[in-house]
């Protein structure tokens, strides 16, 4: 039982490219987040997905995309990186409490 | 929405030290989670309690959801106990959304 787990834990982007941040959980849960923290901050939300085939923007979407094709996998697509994107991302699983979280992605956007 | 603050900001202990860490929020909630953040980065669950009082070892949390704030103890600090400690909540619209307040920073000192 691995939990939450995060592909890849490190990348440096440059300004303009795209990539895709893969986020897997075998707990069978429902619910999948994406969360992005900032030097300093608390976690902020992204986007987040109630089901198989759902997806809805949370506090700061702008600049992601998102899809939840299998219940296992929630992916988060930058499409053209920019500095401001500068984060680690975290993902997160839960069935109705409790959410559990990956190790992270530290992304530098340069 | 749903505005989450944690105090104090930064807190410094001498192992063996007792703290309390406080979180309040500003309206009723589903879910509050609070979450040890460790100097790799890696977020850990430590209560699922919107309401009453928990314990797991040398850690408890109460959380009295009509006057809307949550307290996390910890007793006998050791320097493992060092990171960060977040509060979130999932607010009363069932949003499945969970609002980090911006943490508490300890430093337990050996």
């Known amino acids: 039982n691995a939990g939450v787990t995060q592909t890849p834990k490190f990348r440096v982007l440059k300004t303009g490219q795209s990539m895709t941040l893969l986020c897997a959980q075998d707990?069978?849960?429902?619910?999948m987040y994406w969360y992005r923290q900032d030097p300093g901050m608390g976690l902020r939300l992204i986007h987040y997905?109630?089901?198989?085939?759902?997806?809805a923007k949370g506090e700061v979407p702008d600049g992601y995309n998102v899809s939840r094709l299998k219940k296992q996998n929630f992916l988060l697509g930058l499409e053209s990186a920019a500095p401001s994107q500068t984060s680690v991302y975290f993902c997160?699983?839960?069935?109705?409490?409790?959410?559990?979280f990956g190790p992270g992605t530290r992304l530098t956007v340069t | 929405g749903i505005q989450v603050e944690q105090s104090p900001p930064d807190l410094i202990l001498q192992e063996g030290a007792n703290s309390t860490l406080r979180c309040n929020f500003s309206?009723?909630?589903?879910?509050l989670q609070w979450f040890h953040q460790n100097p790799w980065g890696q977020l850990i669950n430590l209560f699922y309690?919107?309401?009453g009082t928990k314990q797991n070892g040398r850690l408890s949390a109460t959380t009295v959801a009509t006057e809307r704030y949550s307290l996390l103890y910890i007793s006998s600090s050791q320097t493992t106990d060092s990171g960060v400690y977040f509060c979130a909540v999932e607010g009363g619209d069932s949003s499945y959304k969970l609002i980090f307040g911006s943490g508490t920073r300890l430093l337990v000192r050996p």
């Open positions: 997160a699983s839960s069935s109705y409490n409790e959410q559990y």
């Open positions: 707990m069978n849960h429902e619910y």
């Open positions: 997905s109630v089901g198989e085939g759902t997806t």
């Open positions: 309206d009723s909630v589903n879910n």
């Open positions: 309690i919107p309401s």
